[in-house]
């Protein structure tokens, strides 16, 4: 436990260091905040920008307060929002193990598992501080523009989500267990993650087992307050998944031959 507590505020210094801490936040509260905004003002941003022939308009349709916010998760988090977090994570296993971090830690008296948990759990709760507070803003701006919607359905549809974000990051981890190149791990992480969102489009019972499936969920919480049907099922596969990612991760890590600093 010892060990673990070092790694942990291992990961904060770096955080810190790297203003992770500062920038990924910010980045989360912008794509909040340009949601509300962009699906408020865009009629009037159109009619201003005029160039249409005479004649011709176009009508947009009217958003509910509720799908407003759904929106903040399926146009933003779900796109820029789970590019950052790769971008974010992309590194924390390879730059280790390429510097021989990595192998100077395990001399240590420390195990992979131990070594892992701290990355998962550290950049876990900057993942959820970041997704709240950007959330947060897009629910500020929501309420002020458009008009209330139940606090216990934001909060369960959040929760829901976040879930995904959890699979996302265990996925990063295992990637990057696996290569060494962070351009190599970015790349193959998005396709991959921006793939299962994509798949979720076709429908079909087979989403149940997809993890990106719990976006979802969460936008039929915030709307409606029911959720999608299997969602258990989903949410167990999903917590399987992430557990599967480390253990796979932990193994490969236990084999390999690590460079020394």
Not at 41 to 50: F, N, Q, S, T, V
Not at 160 to 171: D, E, G, K, N, P
Not at 211 to 225: D, E, F, M, R, Y
Not at 227 to 236: E, G, N, S
Request: charged fraction near 10%; glycine fraction near 6%.
């Amino acid at each position: 436990m010892k060990h673990f507590t070092v790694l942990l505020k291992r990961e904060w210094l770096d955080a810190r260091r790297s203003y992770k801490l500062l920038w990924l936040p910010i980045v989360f509260m912008f794509l909040g905040i340009l949601q509300p905004l962009s699906s408020f003002y865009l009629p009037e941003i159109l009619k201003m920008a005029g160039g249409l022939p005479d004649g011709m308009t176009i009508t947009l349709p009217e958003l509910t307060a509720s799908e407003v916010l759904a929106s903040a998760l399926t146009d933003q988090f779900d796109q820029m929002g789970l590019i950052v977090i790769v971008m974010a994570t992309m590194g924390i296993i390879a730059s280790d193990k390429n510097n021989g971090m990595l192998a100077f830690i395990l001399t240590r008296n420390t195990t992979i598992v131990e070594y892992l948990l701290s990355k998962l759990l550290g950049h876990a709760v900057m993942i959820a501080g970041s997704i709240f507070i950007g959330f947060l803003s897009a629910v500020f701006y929501t309420f002020y523009l458009y008009q209330a919607v139940s606090v216990v359905r934001i909060a369960a549809g959040l929760g829901v989500y976040y879930i995904w974000c959890l699979f996302m990051l265990a996925f990063v981890i295992t990637i990057g267990a696996l290569l060494s190149r962070t351009p190599a791990i970015a790349l193959l992480s998005v396709f991959v993650l921006i793939f299962l969102k994509t798949v979720t489009m076709l429908g079909g019972g087979f989403q149940v087992l997809n993890p990106a499936h719990l976006s979802n969920q969460a936008v039929s919480i915030i709307t409606s307050g029911n959720v999608l049907p299997h969602f258990f099922i989903t949410m167990t596969v999903s917590v399987l998944l992430i557990v599967f990612c480390l253990l796979f991760a932990t193994l490969y890590l236990s084999r390999k031959e690590l460079p020394s600093m």
